[in-house]
Nanobody
Framework: QVQLVESGGGLVQAGASLRLSCIVSGRSGRTLFRYVMGWFRQAPGKGREFVGYLSRSARTTDYADSVKGRFTISRDIAKNTVYLQMNSLKPEDTAVYYC??????????????????WGLGTQVTVSS
């Protein structure tokens, strides 16, 4: 079993930056090496959408076109934490942000259904 806890959300103005954190805990050590990690978001009245992902090795990332060049995913193995650095925030980035862990690590990392474990989310609100 894996537990994911997001933090770092808040209310900011357009153009600001935020860094979200996702602490990953599990029964055994080396947790972050076991999972592909994804970030998703869900705006009011919309479905959950892919934001970005980080491979098990952390050598590969991919991002939604809407955030490419502004958002960056990284991790700190010692802290079992995955980060989502968000720069140049826009009002359309307003959503609840979720981190997720995928044990299989297949090619469908943009798909919500590929992920086995989810956090409860953290709210990000960007005012214009």
């Amino acid at each position: 079993q894996v537990q994911l806890v997001e933090s770092g959300g808040g209310l900011v103005q357009a153009g600001a930056s935020l860094r979200l954190s996702c602490i990953v805990s599990g029964r055994s050590g080396r947790t972050l090496f076991r999972y592909v990690m994804g970030w998703f978001r869900q705006a009011p009245g919309k479905g959950r959408e892919f934001v970005g992902y980080l491979s098990r090795s952390a050598r590969t990332t991919d991002y939604a076109d809407s955030v490419k060049g502004r958002f960056t995913i990284s991790r700190d193995i010692a802290k079992n934490t995955v980060y989502l650095q968000m720069n140049s925030l826009k009002p359309e980035d307003t959503a609840v942000y979720y981190c997720a862990a995928d044990a299989e690590g297949g090619p469908m990392y943009r798909d919500v259904d590929a992920y086995d474990y989810w956090g409860l989310g953290t709210q990000v609100t960007v005012s214009s």
